[in-house]
């Protein structure tokens, strides 16, 4: 058995490596295009105002605050989307994390059945069987006595393989086994819609500003007349067309964005509800396979 508990917790230790690894290339994955969407984002809405400050004669130093502001707001947003989503992605990993577990239990039990197959092929109880069903097959096959033809198929009909239940427990086993693996399955293609998703949802909170919306392109003569201009109202038209134009569009957004949360939370709570749901119709089956 010292070789065999050895054997086992090798093979245990290298599923675990790799069942962790792909987690953690999933997940890189989901931060990295999360990431790479929100730099892109920001780069348009930072540019956007830069444009629009410049349209109007304004200076960056001059506008820094309103700058700061709405660029902080957008990141709030971003960052409140990204965290309802990283929370369902957590979820679901926690639970493929689960199953593996019990994959594993899975695993270490149908390799000690098999030592234990191994151990009965030499047993005397099963030389013990393999004598008795010989001699009561030949009582069956050869006697002319009804009575004791009668004995002999009642004695072999009640006459227990030793194998049986470890075949039973091996198939019920595999079954739970790839059972797991199947709801796995599923919970992985769960983790690209998840990560599809966010994308998606970063997608809305710059629907409102995009690279070709609410860009003023100026021009040598355009340039000179906001300049004039700027000198005359310069700041409260930029006020008003850009700034509240802009704390305007973030209000909704973040309307909008706590709605969105909201539903996520609700998903994410049914979701989970469904694979465990899943989950313990593969130990029902289980269950009933080995009664």
Sequence with gaps: MGKFNERLLNE????????????QVQFAIFNKRLNEFYS???GVIVKNFDDQASFYGKKTEDCIDSKNSIIS???????????ARKEQFYNVVAEIQEMQGNQKIAMA????????IEDLADSSAYKEYVQNKAEFENVVNTTLNKAEFDKYSALLENLKDPFDSHYKTLYALAEKYDGYQAVIAECEKKLIEIGNAAVADFESIVKYRTAGVAIKKSNVFSNIINKIMSIFGGKARFDKEVVKKMESEIADVEKAN????????????S??????AARAEVNAAYNSAVE
């Design 12 to 23: 245990l230790t290298e599923m675990s490596k790799t069942e962790a690894l792909t987690l």
């Design 40 to 42: 892109d984002k920001m």
């Design 258 to 269: 706590n709605e969105v949360v909201d539903v996520v939370s609700s998903q994410t709570v």
């Design 109 to 116: 039990n149908i390799m000690k059945v098999n030592a234990e």
């Design 271 to 276: 979701l989970v509800s469904r694979i465990e």
């Design 73 to 83: 707001k957008y990141n709030s947003e971003f960052q409140k989307i990204y965290d």
